[in-house]
C-alpha cells in the first residue's frame, strides 16, 4: 500500500493553483454558452457548452465548477474529454438544475490539455431568481411528476426549516423533510419526493425556533401519473405486512437490475409494490447509498476518456429530482492516482499488446460507494486488471495471467483522491492477501464482457485467454469506532477490515493494511454449530446501529452449497441449501464472532442481496438472484424476518416477489436512510 502523506496534499493545492491560473498558452477559451439565457427561477433546467481551441494535439479536458455570490467553488463536473470538429474542442454538455439558493451563480469552466500540462479558465455569471416572491408558498411540477419543488419565504436567522407532506386523504402517514438552517434574506427551497402518483397532497412548511415549531400556510400539489414511455416493475406479495412487520420502515428503494430486454428504473415503493418515487437514467445503474442529505450515489455509464468504452465510467451524486449534482469519471481519477504514484492505475487503452508482465490499469467503478467518511469524504471501488507471470493462480497455459482486483478509493468533498488502497499492493501472504489463493470456485472472466465482471481490455493474444476473477469486492462501510474501512470480497468468501485510521495517523495516512480477514480460513473463528456456520459469496456487509453492532450480511451461500465433498484448499462444500439472512456480533479481542441470526431465507440466491437492522428490531434481507422455477428468468425477494427469541432463526413477515434487484434499503422516508 502506498501511504498517502502531506506531501501529496501539498502537490495538490499546488495544482489546483496551476488549473485556476490565468491563460498563458496554446488553450484557448471561445465560447460558453447557456442553453437559456440570465436570469431564471430556481428549478430551471440550464445546459452549458463550451468552445475551446489547442495548438497542440489534446485532447482537451473540461472541468465545471459552480459558486454562489462570492463563495467558493464547489466541483460539478470534473475533467472529462471534449469532441473535436473542424478545429474545435466542444465539451460535454454541463446540465445544471439550481434548486437552492436564489442569488448571483458563477460558473467556472477550466479546460486543461493533460498531455502538454497547458490549461486555461474562464468564469461566467447567472443570475437565479426565487420562486416565491410574496408571502405565500409556492409549489411547482419537475420533469419527475412524483417530485415537486417547494419554495417558501425566507425565515429568521437561527431557525430552522422544512416541510411537512401527505395525501389529501391522509390514509398514510405525513412524511417531513430535513430541517434545514434559515439564511436569510433568500428564500427556502425544498425538493419532495416520496408521493404516489396521481394523488393530491398537502404541503406546509415548519419552522422550529428554540424547539418550538410553527406551522405555515399548506398549499396543495396534485402529482402525475408514472408515464407510459418508462418500464415501471411490478410486485407480487406473498407474506403481507402485519402486526409482526416494522411499517414505521415502510419505504423500499431499490436497485431493479436491467434485463436483455428492458432497463428498469430505480425505484422506491411501500411495502405492498406502490411505487412512490422513481429515477429514470435510461439504462443500468448502481445506486449505492441514499444520503441524509437527500441526495443519492450512483455509478453510471457514459464517456470518459477511454474511446474503447462507456461502461461505468461515472461517480454521480444525484438529488431526489434526478438532477446530478456532482460527477467525476474514471479518466480524472487515474491522472490523479498516478500523479500519486499508484503504478497500477495507468489508463488501460495506453498500454501495449500484448500488455507486459506487471502492468496494471483501472476498468470502471462498481459496486459500492459510500460518503460516510469524517469530512464527508467518499469512498469507492473500481476494477484493476494486472498482468501476472505465467502459472499465477494455477493457470496451465504457459502464458501471463490476466488477474481482476480492486482498489478503494476515498475522495475528499470536491471528489479529488486523498487516499487509495491497492489490493495487488497485498497480495504478498497471509496476514494480507495471497496472489496464489484464487477465487474459491474458480471464478474466471473472459473478454470482452462476462456476467458479473467488468469489460476487460489486457486480454489479448499472447496473455491467458481466462482472466481470473480473484476478489470480486461487493461493498464497503466505514467503521466510525474505529476510524476504519470494512470491505467484503465475494469470491474469497471474506470480509476484511483496512487500515483507513479515519485518514489521518502521525506523519501520514491509514498504513492500508489489513486488520483482519473474517470468514472461512481466516483470523476469526466462529461460535457456531452446523456444517456451515460461516458466510460465503457474500453481500452488504454493514455494521448497525451507527458501527457499535451488529455486523449484518446477506450469505448467498455459493460456496456452503457447492458440491458435496469439493474441496477448495481449507473450504469444504457440503451440498444443497438456502441462501441466509446474518446477524453477527464481533469480538475483536477474543477474534470471536458469534451469531444473532442464521435465517434460512427459503430461497437459494446465486448473488446480490442486501441485509439491514430494521428500526423495531426486525430485519430486512433481499434475496436478489433467484431463478423462477425451471425457467431461465431471475426474481428477487425483498424479506422481513421477525426474531425468535432464545434462537438464530425467525419468522418471514414480509415477503414480496419483485424483479431481479441489486439491493434495497428500508426506510421511514427517502430523507432518512440507514447510514449503513
Known amino acids: 500500500m502506498s501511504t498517502k502523506t502531506l506531501e501529496n496534499r501539498s502537490y495538490f493545492i499546488a495544482l489546483m493553483a496551476v488549473l485556476c491560473a490565468p491563460a498563458y498558452a496554446t488553450v484557448q477559451i471561445t465560447s460558453v454558452t447557456p442553453s437559456v439565457k440570465s436570469p431564471q427561477v430556481l428549478g430551471t433546467p440550464i445546459t452549458w457548452t463550451v468552445g475551446a481551441t489547442d495548438s497542440n494535439p489534446g485532447p482537451l479536458t473540461f472541468q465545471f465548477n459552480v459558486a454562489l455570490s462570492s463563495g467558493s467553488y464547489a466541483m460539478a463536473r470534473d475533467f472529462n474529454v471534449g469532441t473535436l470538429q473542424s478545429g474545435t474542442w466542444t465539451s460535454q454538455a454541463f ?17 486543461k490539455d493533460f498531455t502538454s500540462g497547458e490549461t486555461t479558465s474562464k468564469t461566467v455569471s447567472y443570475q437565479v431568481n426565487p420562486l416565491v416572491t410574496g408571502s405565500t408558498p409556492v409549489v411547482v411540477a419537475t420533469a419527475n411528476p412524483l417530485v415537486a419543488l417547494f419554495s417558501a419565504p425566507s425565515c429568521a436567522t437561527g431557525s430552522s426549516m422544512a416541510v411537512r407532506f401527505q395525501p389529501a386523504s391522509r390514509t398514510t402517514p405525513a412524511v417531513t423533510t430535513n430541517f434545514v438552517k434559515c439564511h ?15 394523488a393530491d397532497y398537502s404541503l406546509v412548511s415548519e419552522i422550529e425556533t428554540g424547539g418550538t415549531v410553527t406551522r405555515g400556510t399548506p398549499v396543495t400539489f396534485a402529482t402525475g401519473a408514472l408515464p407510459r414511455s418508462i418500464p415501471f ?26 434485463t436483455a430486454l428492458r432497463a428498469y428504473p430505480v425505484v422506491a415503493t411501500d411495502l405492498s409494490g406502490n411505487i412512490i418515487w422513481y429515477y429514470n437514467p435510461g439504462q443500468s445503474i448502481f445506486l449505492t447509498r441514499p444520503l441524509q442529505n437527500g441526495t443519492m450515489l450512483t455509478l453510471q455509464s457514459g464517456r470518459a476518456w477511454n474511446p474503447l468504452t462507456t461502461e461505468f465510467q461515472l461517480l454521480e451524486q444525484i438529488d431526489l429530482a434526478g438532477n446530478i449534482v456532482k460527477q467525476t469519471n474514471i479518466g480524472v481519477i487515474e491522472q490523479e492516482l498516478v500523479a500519486m504514484g499508484a503504478t497500477d492505475a495507468q489508463a488501460c487503452n495506453t498500454i501495449a499488446s500484448p500488455a507486459p508482465v506487471g502492468s496494471a490499469c483501472i476498468d470502471i467503478f462498481h459496486h ?10 467518499t469512498a469507492v471501488l473500481v476494477a484493476v486488471e494486472k498482468i501476472f507471470p505465467p502459472g499465477t493462480q494455477g493457470d496451465t497455459t504457459g502464458l501471463p495471467v490476466d488477474v481482476v482486483g480492486d482498489m478503494i478509493i476515498v475522495l475528499d468533498s470536491n471528489w479529488q483522491v486523498v487516499w487509495y488502497f491497492d489490493t495487488f499492493e497485498h497480495a504478498g501472504g497471509a496476514p494480507q492477501l495471497d496472489i496464489n489463493r484464487p477465487a474459491v470456485l474458480g471464478e474466471t472472466c473472459t473478454a470482452p464482457l462476462f456476467t458479473g465482471c467488468p469489460q476487460l481490455f489486457l486480454l489479448s493474444s499472447g496473455i491467458s485467454p481466462v482472466a481470473t476473477d480473484w476478489l470480486h469486492a461487493n461493498s464497503l462501510y466505514y467503521w466510525p469506532q474505529s476510524g476504519d474501512i470494512v470491505f467484503s470480497s465475494r469470491n474469497q468468501d471474506w470480509v476484511m477490515k483496512v487500515d483507513y485510521n479515519n485518514g489521518v495517523q502521525s506523519g501520514g495516512l491509514g498504513t492500508g493494511n489489513i486488520l483482519w480477514r473474517m470468514g472461512p480460513c481466516g483470523d476469526f473463528t466462529i461460535d457456531s454449530t452446523g456444517s456451515w456456520p460461516w458466510f460465503s459469496h457474500q453481500h452488504d456487509v454493514g455494521i448497525q446501529n451507527s458501527g457499535a453492532g451488529p455486523l449484518t450480511v446477506f450469505d448467498n451461500g455459493n460456496t456452503r452449497y457447492s458440491e458435496p465433498g469439493a474441496s477448495t484448499g481449507c473450504i469444504q462444500g457440503v451440498g444443497g441449501g438456502n441462501s441466509r439472512g446474518m446477524s453477527l456480533t464481533v469480538d475483536e479481542s477474543t477474534m470471536t464472532v458469534t451469531p444473532v441470526l442464521s435465517v434460512d431465507l427459503g430461497v437459494q440466491s446465486q448473488g446480490d442481496g442486501s441485509a439491514q437492522l430494521l428500526s423495531d428490531g426486525n430485519y430486512a434481507f433481499l434475496a436478489a438472484d433467484v431463478p423462477l422455477g425451471q425457467t431461465s428468468t431471475f426474481v428477487s425477494y425483498p424479506i422481513e424476518i421477525y426474531p425468535t427469541a432464545g434462537t438464530t432463526t425467525g419468522t418471514q413477515v414480509l415477503n414480496i416477489q419483485a424483479p431481479k434487484t441489486y439491493r434495497i434499503w428500508r426506510m421511514p422516508s427517502l430523507y432518512q436512510p440507514p447510514i449503513t
Open 368 to 377: 459500492d460507494a459510500i460518503q460516510t467518511l469524517p469530512n464527508g469524504d
Open 95 to 111: 446540465a445544471w438544475v439550481p434548486t437552492g439558493i436564489e442569488g448571483t451563480y458563477r460558473i467556472q469552466v477550466v479546460i
Open 233 to 258: 416493475p411490478s410486485y407480487t406479495v406473498n407474506i403481507p405486512a402485519g402486526a409482526q412487520t416494522d411499517t414505521a420502515d415502510w419505504v423500499m428503494l431499490q436497485n431493479v437490475l436491467p
Open 184 to 198: 436569510p434574506p433568500a428564500t427556502m427551497t425544498f425538493e419532495i419526493a416520496g408521493m404516489y402518483p396521481s
